[in-house]
């Protein structure tokens, strides 16, 4: 199992870039009122959600494997990439509900998506932390 985590690394990229780019285009929705930018949020969110679950299995099992220091820094990592996921899938699953006219189910959708964009953003940066260091960017 802990060589299944070490593809953890390499596969958060897409999860992360998913959700970013569904917030993003959910943006661009809010912004010109062109719905069809909703698809591809839509589509990102749902590709997200899946991937997020298989990056959220893998990373638990790669902080299980004796090469990663456990650590405060890793728990909040751990929990905050759980919500992240949780959030995906429940903004995937509120999307489904927007060919309903409803104005509270866009607006449940969106809130869902963009705190997901925000934990995902935060999850990643402590990754990165958890790689390559707080100090990664000072000479």
Known sequence: MSFIGKFHPLLVHFPIALVLAAAAAELVVIATLRHGWRTVAVANIRA?????????????LFASSPVVDAGTSLEWHRWLGMAGA????????????LHV????????????????????????????????GARFFQP
Do not use: D, K, N
Request: hydrophobic share 55%; proline share 0%.
């Open 48 to 60: 997200g959600a899946a991937m997020g679950v298989v990056a959220a299995i893998t990373g638990w």
């Open 86 to 97: 949780m959030g995906a899938i429940g903004a995937a699953i509120l999307s489904s509900r």
């Open 101 to 132: 006219s409803s104005q509270s189910s866009a607006l449940g959708y969106r809130v869902t998506l963009f705190v997901t964009a925000f934990l995902v953003a935060i999850t990643g940066h402590l990754g990165g932390t958890l790689v390559w």
